[in-house]
């Protein structure tokens, strides 16, 4: 009885998979590729692939590497730790565009009352919904704070005031997250590559 064999065009995916893996450990950050699961001699290839401008010599180099990848022992672990990072990546993406709506949604809001009302002078300004909704679903949320430079944004349109509602909405969730992880007893893990800037 005949071995079955893929097909061709299935081979040619599974090549395209590994030189597609070759290519996104060339464009890695530095710092990460002393995590990457590979031998030394692999590492170097990225590393020295790394080190090349965009071009045919760094393309060449993510050919090598493919071709290394299809030999090692380590290509599904490589496989799945890539694929880890770019979850993780999606992950943080998706957290900052949901701080962008809430922060939206705060300015909105604040933006709407002060167009429609005209506080009397040295009166507070009114409490904004969608900030004590989120105060209580983050305890450590400075609301006073948050409120405080939404009313400057709705008033002055300044763009620090966009930005520190963003900060401290993010610095309540983190806040949130870590208290998260140490009661299950974890350990928090490190905010590589940071958040985007508003």
């Known amino acids: 009885m005949d071995t079955l064999q893929p097909s061709r065009s299935a081979q040619r995916r599974w090549a395209r998979s590994i030189l597609d893996l070759a290519e996104a450990l060339l464009a890695l950050p530095a710092a990460a590729l002393r995590d990457l699961p590979a031998a030394a001699e692999l590492k170097a290839l990225v590393a020295a692939g790394q080190a090349m401008k965009p071009g045919a010599a760094r393309r060449r180099q993510a050919k090598t590497v493919a071709s290394l990848l ?3 022992d380590d290509l599904e672990g490589i496989a799945l730790w890539q694929a880890q990072r770019q979850g993780h990546r999606r992950e943080a993406a998706l957290a900052f565009q949901e701080l962008e709506r809430q ?4 300015l909105a809001e604040a933006y709407g009352i002060a167009r429609h009302q005209t506080p009397e002078r040295g009166a507070p300004a009114p409490a904004l919904a969608s900030v004590q909704e989120l105060a ?8 006073r704070a948050v409120e405080q430079a939404a009313w400057r944004h709705a008033r002055t349109g300044h763009p620090s005031a966009r930005r520190q509602v963003l ?31 508003a």
């Open 167 to 197: 900060q401290l909405l993010r610095a309540a969730h983190e806040r949130l997250r870590l208290a998260a992880a140490a009661g299950a007893g974890e350990e928090p893990p490190g905010c590589a590559g940071g958040t985007p800037a």
């Open 136 to 143: 209580s679903q983050l305890p450590s949320l400075d609301a």
């Open 103 to 106: 922060r939206n949604a705060i």
């Open 70 to 72: 299809r030999a090692s």
